[in-house]
Each structure stands twice: as C-alpha cells, then as structure tokens.
C-alpha cells in the first residue's frame, strides 16, 4: 500500500510521518511511506488543512496529529 | 538539516567569533543592551501576557471546531460570508505560516476562490491572538488596536481588489472533493465554550493591567491596585470551569498544543529579542546601528518613511512575533509611529520566502499585484495612523 503524509516542513507534520513510520513498523505492512511537502501537491489532493494522511489515494485524516491506534486501524483495513 | 550546511553554519559561527572585536565599546555596550533587554521581556511580558496568550492560543487550536470556519472556504459558499470569515479566521486558524501556505492553496485551487484565499492569506498570520497581544502589551494598546483593526480591513479589501482584478481566471479553476478537518463530538454548548475563552482573555487582560498614568481618574488605579485578587479570582472560575466542562483528555490535548506553540515560539522570541537589542537597543540607549540612521530613514511621518517600511517589512522574514522587539527597538531609537504600524501590517504577512511560495500557487504577477496592494495599503495606513499618534 502507498501512505503519503501531506504537509510542510512544521512541527506536527513531521511527528505525523514519524507516528505513521513506527505504525507500518509495528503492524509490518508492505508499505511505500512518502512526505509531501511542495504546497501545490497537498492543494491537489483537495485538504484543507495540514498534516494530513492518504492511504492508497484516499485521504484518512486532516488537520491533526492522528493516533497510533488510528493509523493501525487503517493499515489494518 | 544537511551536513553542508551544519559545516557552513559552524565555519560561520567561528568566523563571527574570530574577527568580530568584541572587545569595542560599542560592540559591549549592544552585547549588554541584548540581555537587558532579555531580562525586560522576561521580567515584564512573560508570566502576565505571552504564557496566559499561549494558553488561549492552545485553547483555540482544540476546542473551536476547524470545520465550522472551513465550510466557508467551499466553492459553493455565499462570497460576503466567505471574505468576512476569511478576513477574521487569521485568529482562529493559524498561528505560523506553516499553516496557512496549504490552506491557502486549498481555497485557491478548490475552494472559493482567489478573493477569499489572499484574503486569509494576508489575515492568518496577521492577526493571531498572540501577534495582537504582544503587540498590545509591548508597543502600546493604541498599536495593538491599529494592527487588528488594520489587519482585518486590509485582508478584507485586498482579497476583493484581487477577486476584482482577476475576475476572469477564477473560472479555471479546478473542481473536485474538498476534506475539511473532523468536527469532534462536543459535549459542550457555545455559551459555555465563549465563556471559557473569555474568561482566559479577562486573566489576560488583568495580570497584565499596567500601572495608569499618575494623575488618572479613580477608576484605573482602583483597578491596578487590586489587579491580582481580580485575575485570581478569574483563574479560580477557570479552574471551576475546566473541572466542570471538560473530559480529562481534552485537558491533556489543551496543554499539549500550549505547550507546542511554546516550543515554536520561545525559542524564536528569545532570539529575536537579542538581535534586537544587540542592533538597536532598548529605548535611549544606544546599541550598535547609530540611533540617526534610523531617525534619517524610519523617523517622522513623510511618505518616504512610510513606503521604506512597509516594502523593508514585506521583504524582510520575521518568525512568529519577533517584529515586536524589533519594532520596539526600532522605535526606541526614533522610528515614527506611522512607519512602525506600517511594518506591522507589511511585515509578518509577507516576506521574501514566503513570496516564492505564493509564486509557486498563483503566479508571478498575482504575486506581484497581491505584495503591491499590501504595500501601498501599509503606507497609507501609516501615514494615517501617524497623522494622529504623531
């Protein structure tokens, strides 16, 4: 699966990839990890609000630093 | 951080320390102007206004729904509702450029369109609780009020100067599904919520109360007097309301993003109040600009002040809130109240980073157009503002 985390280079956007990285690790998914951080690109996804969390091209989470448990819970479905 | 550049930082570092004569008194009298100056913020400003401004701050980026102000971003929204939201939501949304860059992107692109995006573009860094607060404390409640004032307007107007000048290619833009941050479950009632930040802002507004000019009327020495027993009373409510209202997580998460906006901005305060002092020093002292330099090129109120300000600010990057001990500085060693609230409205909306990102999104010449507005509109808010405060 394809996990993008979307945001700039700020604070709550990096510990969302670093929540998301130990997810993977923890749940050992096959998965391609990527940080987005050119604006236009977050822009094409259509969020309004950063950090945010797309799985395979649908956007899980906007706006907020989810939680470990979310993230399984998505890894999982 | 790559490792060239850690080298280059530290080669830089050692050379600073290698030729710079420290041992001149001009250099020693900026170095002592830079920590007096530290210990005036620390003593003065930081237990009474930034850490209760930090608390409201956190407070807001929990407990106001994103979701509620975000809906008026859509394409579909009524345009008035869109830029008079967007020209507030500054204060609700976003506290760093961080922030704002993305969202600004996404109501361009996908949302309601150029107008309301630079609107919000220009207001979320502008008029954040912490920016006015500080500037309020520090500069003056008139400049405090001026720069909100000021700020809300000039989103406002700018961001229809901008739908009006580009009216034709708004219709190119792209459509498609929006996601907005959640709306969380909330057990709470409005009244109950606006009672909660009003009382945070009362503490403020209290433990900050500075001592009235001798000679006032009855009332605001009353006031000064018993200003502690007030904010303790206030904070005692407070204390009431948290224990009553609110689940012990959503107290976790009110301080963990206090405590975040902390990290943020601290560390960047701190440094900028030292290059302040150390360049220009508190008020009647000198540092290490000659105080005529400034009174040449930033005093008085002539329209040469004011435009120097405003394009300097919208050039120059200033990290969450350091303009104020900056403009402080500045204003210590003769810059003009015109030109100062000129920079303030210039400066934290823009800057030459910033410029390169917003080219990025829209274009060089929306671009262009939208830093001229900004500049233009500063000055002549400048020049107003310094007709009357002189």
């Given at each position: 699966m394809e996990i993008k985390v979307l945001g700039p280079g700020c604070t709550r956007c990096q510990q969302t990839e670093k929540i998301v990285r130990e997810a993977v690790a923890e749940v050992s998914v096959e998965a391609q990890i990527e940080k987005i951080t050119d604006?236009?690109k977050i822009?094409?996804y259509?969020v309004?609000?950063t950090p945010a969390v797309v799985i395979d091209g649908e956007v899980k989470s906007v706006g907020k630093i989810p939680s470990a448990e979310e993230i399984k819970a998505w890894l999982k479905s | 951080m790559k490792?060239?550049?850690?080298?280059?930082?530290?080669?830089?570092?050692?050379?600073?320390?290698?030729?710079?004569?420290?041992?001149?008194?001009?250099?020693?009298?900026?170095?002592?102007?830079?920590?007096?100056?530290?210990?005036?913020?620390?003593?003065?400003?930081?237990?009474?206004?930034?850490?209760?401004?930090?608390?409201?701050?956190?407070?807001?980026?929990?407990?106001?729904?994103?979701?509620?102000?975000?809906?008026?971003?859509?394409?579909?929204?009524?345009?008035?509702?869109?830029?008079?939201?967007?020209?507030?939501?500054?204060?609700?949304?976003?506290?760093?450029?961080c922030?704002?860059?993305p969202?600004?992107?996404?109501?361009?692109?996908?949302?309601?369109?150029?107008?309301?995006?630079?609107?919000?573009?220009?207001?979320?860094?502008?008029?954040?609780?912490?920016?006015?607060?500080?500037?309020?404390?520090?500069?003056?409640?008139?400049?405090?009020?001026?720069?909100?004032?000021?700020?809300?307007?000039?989103?406002?107007?700018?961001?229809?100067?901008?739908?009006?000048?580009?009216?034709?290619?708004?219709?190119?833009?792209?459509?498609?599904?929006?996601?907005?941050?959640?709306?969380?479950?909330?057990?709470?009632?409005?009244?109950?919520?606006?009672?909660?930040?009003?009382?945070?802002?009362?503490?403020?507004?209290?433990?900050?109360?500075?001592?009235?000019?001798?000679?006032?009327?009855?009332?605001?020495?009353?006031?000064?007097?018993?200003?502690?027993?007030?904010?303790?009373?206030?904070?005692?409510?407070?204390?009431?309301?948290?224990?009553?209202?609110?689940?012990?997580?959503?107290?976790?998460?009110?301080?963990d993003?206090?405590?975040g906006?902390?990290?943020?901005?601290?560390?960047?305060?701190?440094?900028?109040?030292?290059?302040?002092?150390?360049?220009?020093?508190?008020?009647?002292?000198?540092?290490?600009?000659?105080?005529?330099?400034?009174?040449?090129?930033?005093?008085?109120?002539?329209?040469?002040?004011?435009?120097?300000?405003?394009?300097?600010?919208?050039?120059?990057?200033?990290?969450?809130?350091?303009?104020?001990?900056?403009?402080?500085?500045?204003?210590?060693?003769?810059?003009?109240?015109?030109?100062?609230?000129?920079?303030?409205?210039?400066?934290?909306?823009?800057?030459?980073?910033?410029?390169?990102?917003?080219?990025?999104?829209?274009?060089?010449?929306?671009?262009?157009?939208?830093?001229?507005?900004?500049?233009?509109?500063?000055?002549?808010?400048?020049?107003?503002?310094?007709?009357?405060?002189?």
């Amino acid at each position: 699966m394809e996990i993008k985390v979307l945001g700039p280079g700020c604070t709550r956007c990096q510990q969302t990839e670093k929540i998301v990285r130990e997810a993977v690790a923890e749940v050992s998914v096959e998965a391609q990890i990527e940080k987005i951080t050119d604006t236009m690109k977050i822009a094409g996804y259509g969020v309004f609000g950063t950090p945010a969390v797309v799985i395979d091209g649908e956007v899980k989470s906007v706006g907020k630093i989810p939680s470990a448990e979310e993230i399984k819970a998505w890894l999982k479905s | 951080m790559k490792e060239r550049t850690k080298l280059l930082l530290i080669a830089g570092v050692f050379l600073a320390a290698y030729y710079i004569p420290w041992g001149h008194p001009v250099i020693r009298q900026s170095g002592l102007e830079a920590f007096i100056m530290l210990q005036e913020y620390t003593r003065e400003h930081v237990l009474t206004c930034l850490i209760p401004a930090f608390f409201i701050a956190g407070a807001i980026a929990v407990f106001v729904s994103q979701a509620s102000v975000l809906k008026y971003f859509g394409a579909r929204a009524s345009k008035i509702l869109s830029y008079s939201v967007a020209s507030v939501s500054g204060s609700i949304l976003a506290v760093c450029s961080c922030t704002v860059l993305p969202l600004f992107a996404g109501i361009y692109t996908r949302g309601a369109g150029i107008g309301p995006a630079t609107a919000f573009l220009y207001s979320g860094p502008a008029i954040n609780v912490l920016a006015i607060t500080l500037t309020a404390k520090v500069l003056g409640w008139q400049m405090g009020l001026a720069r909100a004032v000021g700020a809300i307007i000039f989103a406002f107007v700018t961001g229809l100067l901008m739908a009006l000048i580009f009216r034709k290619d708004d219709a190119a833009r792209t459509t498609g599904q929006i996601y907005v941050p959640d709306t969380d479950t909330r057990q709470r009632s409005l009244l109950q919520d606006s009672l909660y930040l009003l009382t945070m802002v009362l503490i403020l507004v209290f433990a900050s109360f500075a001592r009235p000019a001798a000679g006032a009327t009855s009332f605001w020495p009353m006031i000064f007097a018993y200003k502690w027993y007030i904010t303790a009373a206030f904070l005692m409510i407070l204390v009431f309301m948290v224990k009553a209202w609110f689940t012990k997580d959503e107290c976790v998460n009110w301080v963990d993003s206090t405590w975040g906006f902390m990290k943020q901005i601290f560390p960047l305060l701190i440094g900028g109040v030292l290059v302040a002092g150390f360049l220009l020093g508190r008020p009647g002292h000198q540092a290490l600009i000659p105080e005529h330099y400034v009174q040449t090129l930033l005093g008085g109120n002539s329209l040469w002040a004011n435009l120097f300000a405003s394009v300097a600010g919208a050039l120059m990057y200033f990290a969450t809130l350091t303009e104020i001990p900056i403009l402080q500085g500045l204003i210590g060693s003769g810059m003009g109240k015109g030109p100062a609230l000129a920079l303030l409205l210039a400066g934290p909306a823009l800057s030459l980073p910033n410029m390169l990102v917003i080219g990025s999104v829209m274009g060089v010449k929306k671009t262009a157009i939208f830093c001229g507005i900004i500049v233009i509109m500063s000055t002549i808010a400048g020049l107003i503002y310094g007709s009357f405060a002189g």
